[in-house]
């Protein structure tokens, strides 16, 4: 049974950085494109950054240029690297994967489309406040 676990959340100031990771296990690891997304309360599950088999990376634009996703195949972990904080991405971030070697990203840099990601973590809270 493929299992998700995210590590690393935890509360911060703003204007600081927090790295989470994702373990994946039963999965033939390699061959998943990865994604993290994240939700808020009372808001719906958005999108924040992929990264597909061969590496190539999208993101939201809210993440891009202070988020960076990263894979370890060797390790079968997922981590995502969260600078510059602001409030506003206090959530819960899920990871999660697919089975399609490339990333499916929405319009309007939304990030990656959560309908194409079969498997999901459980999360882990991240919250930004001062």
């Known amino acids: 049974q493929v299992r998700l676990v995210e590590f690393g959340g935890g509360s911060v100031q703003p204007g600081g950085s927090v790295g989470l990771t994702c373990a994946a296990s039963a999965l033939t690891y390699s061959q998943y494109s990865l994604g993290w997304f994240r939700q808020a309360p009372g808001k719906e599950r958005e999108g924040v950054a992929c990264i597909d088999v061969d590496g190539l990376t999208t993101y939201s634009d809210s993440a891009k240029g202070r988020f960076t996703i990263s894979r370890d195949n060797a390790k079968q972990t997922l981590e995502l690297q969260m600078n510059s904080l602001k409030v506003d991405d206090t959530a819960m971030y899920y990871c999660?994967?697919?089975?399609?070697?490339?990333?499916?990203?929405?319009?309007?840099?939304?990030?990656?489309?959560?309908?194409?990601?079969?498997?999901w973590g459980q999360g882990t809270q991240v919250t930004v406040s001062s």
């Open positions: 999660a994967a697919t089975a399609l070697r490339r990333c499916a990203t929405l319009r309007g840099g939304q990030g990656p489309k959560s309908g194409a990601f079969a498997f």
